[in-house]
């Protein structure tokens, strides 16, 4: 069965720098390859969208990037705030491609 | 902005006992969706809903669990015989297509404790 692996349990750095997340997956190639962001006690709140065939998508101070041969996504936030600190979930539809299913997530720290 | 709105927030209730929770997905949404969170673990998928049928569902939702479209606004997951290990957080979420071409919005959750 698919496999979504964020290798990453914990990312800790300084206000202002770029923290880089990243997302692997197994097996086959999703369509689409989403990311959340979950704060604590809270339901995941959507971010970024990208398809197979978009290498790389922008909203603001986010990018996310879709390499289809290292089946690999990467998720970039740029002059990183302390409110940017939250758990980060990398997200793809499963087999049936009907419903998302998500990685154990990046929490992110950022320190002023 | 349109909301998923889930209710209770949180619910405790005793071992083996049945428990309903409640959602309300956004009104022109047609996909529903309902996921778990265990304490410190990920997010984890149950069951996906279309057309008043059960379209996917996980390991987890076993004989245990049940899912209704009772009215044309409610989105019901049902837990019997409840177990400590059923104690979590349960999501809702709603989407307008299937799967992951678009965003789906979850609710705030219900915190389910088993005593």
């Known amino acids: 069965s698919q496999k979504i692996e964020q290798n990453s349990e914990a990312l800790n750095i300084q206000e202002g720098k770029t923290a880089t997340l990243t997302c692997n997956y197994t097996?086959?190639?999703?369509?689409?390859l989403q990311w959340y962001r979950q704060d604590p006690g809270r339901g995941p709140v959507f971010l970024l969208l990208?398809?197979?065939?978009?290498k790389e998508k922008r909203k603001e101070r986010l990018k996310v990037t879709f390499d289809t041969t290292l089946k690999q996504s990467l998720f970039h936030i740029t002059a990183s705030q302390p409110a940017d600190s939250a758990t980060y979930l990398c997200?793809?539809?499963?087999?049936?491609?009907?419903?998302?299913?998500f990685g154990k997530g990046t929490t992110l720290s950022v320190s002023s | 902005e349109p909301e998923v709105t889930q209710t209770p927030s949180h619910q405790v209730t005793q071992m083996g006992q049945e428990v309903i929770l409640r959602c309300v997905p956004i009104?022109?949404?047609?996909?529903f969706y309902w996921y778990r969170q265990i304490l410190g673990q990920k997010v984890e998928f149950l069951v996906s809903?279309?057309?008043?049928?059960?379209?996917?569902k996980s390991e987890i939702f076993d004989d245990q669990f049940s899912v209704e479209r009772p009215d044309g606004s409610n989105f019901t997951l049902k837990i019997r015989s409840t177990k400590l290990e059923d104690s979590a957080m349960y999501f809702c979420?709603?989407?307008?297509?299937?799967?992951?071409?678009?965003?789906?919005?979850f609710g705030q959750g219900t915190r389910l404790t088993v005593v």
């Open positions: 997200a793809q539809t499963g087999e049936a491609g009907t419903a998302l299913i």
């Open positions: 009104s022109n949404h047609l996909y």
């Open positions: 990208i398809r197979e065939n978009e």
């Open positions: 979420a709603s989407s307008e297509r299937w799967g992951g071409s678009t965003e789906a919005f």
């Open positions: 809903f279309y057309n008043n049928e059960i379209s996917e």
């Open positions: 097996n086959y190639s999703p369509a689409y």
